[in-house]
C-alpha cells in the first residue's frame, strides 16, 4: 500500500490485487524499465520524447504532499492530455529564459498497487514509486530539487505500456525557484 495512499483522496480499497506472481514479476520489470527510460529521457534533456510516455488524453499532475493528503485540488501543474505536454515542453525550450541546468532523475522500485477498470481502458494499472530529482547549475555544487512519489496508472495499447496518469505528488512545500522542467 502507497505510504499515501490511507492519508489520501486516492483508496487502494477498490483495487484488484494481481495474484499471478509470474505476471507481477513481468509487470514490475516492464514498468521498472519504462521509468528508467522515463529518467533517462528527462535527464537527456530529450523533452520531445516525454509526451510519448502517455496516452493522448493523459493527466500529469504535479501536487505539494499537503494538498493531496487534505483533497486540495490545487497543483503547481495539471496537464490534461498529450497535446498540453507538448505545449508545455514547447513553452519550456523556446520561449522561457532561465540559467541553465541539468537534473538527474532517480525513481525507486515500482510497486504494484492493483488494477482497475474504467469505461476509458479495459485495465489500469496501479502503481506507486517514489522519485527524487537532483539540479545542477554549471559551475556549482549538486542539490536536491524534488522528491516525492509517483502515484501512476498504466494502460496497455498496441504500443506497450503507457501511462494514463501520473500523479507527482512532492513532499516538501518549498520549491527551489521555479519548477521548469517535467518531474
Request: hydrophobic share 35%; with cysteine; aromatic share 10%.
Amino acid at each position: 500500500m502507497s505510504p499515501l495512499a490511507t492519508h489520501s483522496p486516492f483508496s487502494t480499497e477498490a483495487l484488484a490485487p494481481i495474484s499471478d506472481k509470474l505476471v507481477l514479476q513481468d509487470l514490475q520489470f516492464e514498468i521498472n524499465h519504462l521509468n528508467a527510460k522515463y529518467a533517462q529521457t528527462l535527464n537527456d534533456n530529450n523533452f520531445d520524447q516525454w509526451p510519448d510516455f502517455f496516452i493522448e488524453n493523459a493527466r500529469y499532475k504535479i501536487q505539494a504532499r499537503e494538498n493531496y493528503v487534505r483533497g486540495l485540488p490545487l497543483c503547481l501543474v495539471d496537464l490534461e492530455s498529450q497535446g498540453m505536454m507538448k505545449d508545455r515542453i514547447y513553452g519550456v525550450t523556446q520561449t522561457i529564459f532561465h540559467a541553465p541546468y541539468y537534473t538527474r532523475h532517480l525513481v525507486g522500485q515500482v510497486l504494484i498497487l492493483g488494477t482497475q477498470s474504467t469505461p476509458e481502458h479495459a485495465t489500469l494499472i496501479v502503481t506507486s514509486s517514489n522519485y527524487s530529482v537532483f539540479r545542477t547549475k554549471p559551475g556549482q555544487t549538486s542539490e536536491v530539487f524534488n522528491v516525492g512519489q509517483y502515484v501512476d496508472h498504466w494502460t496497455r495499447t498496441h504500443e506497450g505500456l503507457k501511462l494514463a496518469s501520473r500523479h507527482c505528488i512532492y513532499d516538501s512545500e518549498m520549491v527551489l525557484n521555479s519548477l521548469i522542467y517535467p518531474i
